[in-house]
């Protein structure tokens, strides 16, 4: 078992969360996940993700800076049911100075079959100002690390999808 915010990275080089348990809470009408709480598990990955690259609770509380998610799109592909257990990869696909991109896979742990995908940009914002500001060299040399660590993976195939207007 890993550290707490330590997860190891997979074969693939992704971070990937500890298993996530599906609470009967997070169950809706419908039998299923509620939307939400797909966003809850991503949410807590992404919060490990920045731990590991040195941008995460401690960075802000020290710096006065964090990282905000200004966009998401999420993908459900299969259901995810009360009881079942799911992993989320975390995988950095691109920066520039202001901003982080990175695309997450929701999986199955019964099946190993695709639950959801949900793709984001970040931003750096200094908390004294609230405005979106570059990155801190350290941070951007984390984000660097990561991106090189994970290139092997490629762009995800469902990366930059959007919807279409409709008619």
Not at 1 to 24: A, C, H, K, T, V
Not at 127 to 150: E, H, K, Y
């Amino acid at each position: 078992m890993s550290e707490p915010n330590r997860p190891p990275f997979g074969p693939d080089g992704l971070i990937w969360s500890e298993p996530y348990d599906i609470e009967l809470g997070w169950v809706d009408y419908n039998g299923h996940l509620n939307m939400a709480y797909y966003h809850v598990m991503f949410d807590r990955t992404v919060d490990i993700a920045f731990d590991l690259m040195g941008l995460g609770r401690d960075y802000r509380a020290q710096h006065h800076a964090s990282i905000f998610n200004v966009e998401t799109h999420v993908v459900y592909r299969r259901e995810v049911a009360a009881h079942d257990k799911v992993r989320v990869s975390f995988h950095l696909v691109g920066r520039d100075a202001k901003r982080l991109h990175a695309f997450q896979t929701m999986v199955r742990m019964e099946d190993d079959q695709l639950a959801a995908t949900s793709e984001s940009l970040f931003v750096h914002v200094d908390m004294d100002s609230r405005q979106v500001s570059p990155l801190p060299a350290a941070g951007a040399a984390a984000a660097d690390g990561l991106i090189a660590r994970q290139a092997e993976v490629g762009m995800p195939d469902m990366a930059g999808r959007r919807i279409a207007p409709l008619g």
